[in-house]
């Protein structure tokens, strides 16, 4: 029985903000994990959900400053000032794995958040007003790739009446821009580091060590990458999905070095045992409640063979000059500025991983996702690559239609044999 299985069961019906911050929940948690009956996919699965439990545990238990991020906030700067960075973005899909995301989707509606918004937002605001997530001690968000973070940031800043940083990527080719961006993030690097205790030297010391270990798992992410554009690499996307939490969340740590090397490792070992079928690209992230699409995918012999965001989109930093750095990573990210630039970027996947197909999901209430779909389809299919596009809700079941999704899927796949 999988891992989130087992803690529904023993927990479920006595859910409450207060199970999250006993020690006992936490000790009974890693007991679990550690279990050897709790066999992860992959070796490297074992290292990064040691790294989640290790920090959300430490998070809801306050060893140390919280620090709440988005998607593209760099772990690196948070973990590098001796804060635990915490991505409510991912407790959403957690909640909606465990079928919990109905019941705060609701909430955030009692508070009048508007339907058409993210529900991977609505679904944390309602966590949080319902005092389920730990409180943050300073709130970091990127303006890319949404709006989102910024503004459900500003409301939850007030809630807990804690800092909020807004990091504004500068758009492509404006030099100025990013050194406008490392200074900002410097002044959160501090502010962090005033929060730890960390003297400037020791901060700076801390974010060289950080940017040092998130190169190492670049090397080893650039292996993997490799690996998988052959025919017959084993990792499938239904599993490497799930590793956008490791390339948000863990980078700087040892466990994100540690992660992509042990993947790199075991993809080598297992070598060629990876069947030839179908190779797609998927675009934006999954419903993480339902596996029927992977199903579909594995009866048509269809294999992902590369995601939108599960790879790497940086160059190697200078663990010297930490903040620009870092905001060139930040600002190199395909998904700041024009869609285009978006577009230009899926087509370069999808030529580099010879696909024979993409799936574009259409998460409701994601507009620069959704907003570019059609231009991302148009120019796929122009370079070759015959692209679905299907309508949907990564964390709320109720917008998911799996009956319309199924059939749709189906026929996409046939049509591609
Ligand atoms: S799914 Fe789209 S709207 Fe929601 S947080 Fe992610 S990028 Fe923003």
Redesign the pocket.
């Known amino acids: 029985m999988e891992l989130l299985e087992q803690i529904k069961e023993r927990y479920l019906d006595r859910l409450s903000p207060a199970t999250f911050r006993s020690r006992l929940f936490w000790k009974t948690v890693e007991g679990l994990a550690l279990s050897p009956l709790n066999r992860p996919q992959w070796k490297a699965d074992r290292v990064s959900l040691a790294y989640f439990l290790r920090a959300t545990r430490d998070a809801y238990l306050h060893r140390a400053p919280v620090v709440w991020c988005?998607?593209l906030t760099p772990s690196e700067l948070v973990l590098g000032s001796g804060c635990i960075p915490f991505y409510p973005?991912m407790a959403a899909a957690v909640a909606a794995s465990a079928g919990l995301a109905p019941r705060f989707i609701d909430r955030a509606a009692e508070e009048e958040f508007p339907s058409d918004?993210?529900?991977?937002?609505r679904c944390l605001l309602g966590c949080a007003l319902e005092g389920f997530l730990p409180e943050p001690d300073l709130l970091l968000a990127v303006n890319y790739?949404?709006?989102?973070?910024p503004l459900s940031f500003a409301f939850l800043g007030d809630l807990y009446r804690a800092p909020l940083f807004v990091l504004e990527a500068p758009l492509p080719g404006r030099e100025r821009g990013v050194e406008e961006l490392a200074g900002r993030m410097a002044e959160a690097a501090r502010a962090m580091a005033g929060l730890s205790g960390r003297r400037e030297r020791e901060m700076m010391e801390g974010l060289s060590t950080a940017v040092e270990l998130s190169n190492r798992a670049l090397r080893h992410l650039r292996e993997v990458e490799e690996m998988r554009k052959r025919d017959d690499c084993t990792l499938d996307g239904k599993d490497a999905m799930g590793n956008v939490s490791v390339l948000a969340g863990c980078l700087g740590s040892q466990a994100g070095a540690d992660f992509y090397r042990l993947l790199a490792e075991e993809l080598r070992e297992r070598g060629c045992r990876g069947k030839n079928g179908l190779r797609i690209m998927w675009m934006?992230?999954k419903p993480w409640y339902s596996q029927t699409i992977f199903q579909i995918l594995e009866k048509h012999g269809a294999r992902l063979v590369c995601e939108e965001y599960t790879h790497a989109t940086w160059e190697a930093m200078d663990p010297r000059d930490p903040f620009p750095s870092l905001a060139r990573k930040l600002g190199g990210h395909f998904?700041v500025g024009a869609a285009e630039r978006r577009v230009s970027h899926l087509v370069r996947l999808a030529r580099e991983y010879r696909v024979d197909g993409a799936i574009h999901y259409n998460?409701w209430?994601?507009?620069?996702?959704?907003g570019s779909a059609p231009l991302a389809k148009g120019a796929l299919q122009r370079a070759g690559v015959p692209t679905l596009i299907i309508d949907g809700d990564?964390i709320d079941d109720r917008e998911y239609q799996e009956g319309q999704v199924a059939t749709r899927l189906e026929a996409f796949l046939e049509s591609l044999k």
């Open positions: 988005n998607l973005e918004a993210c529900s991977y937002h790739p949404c709006d989102s973070a934006h992230l998904l998460h209430g994601c507009r620069q996702s959704c990564c």
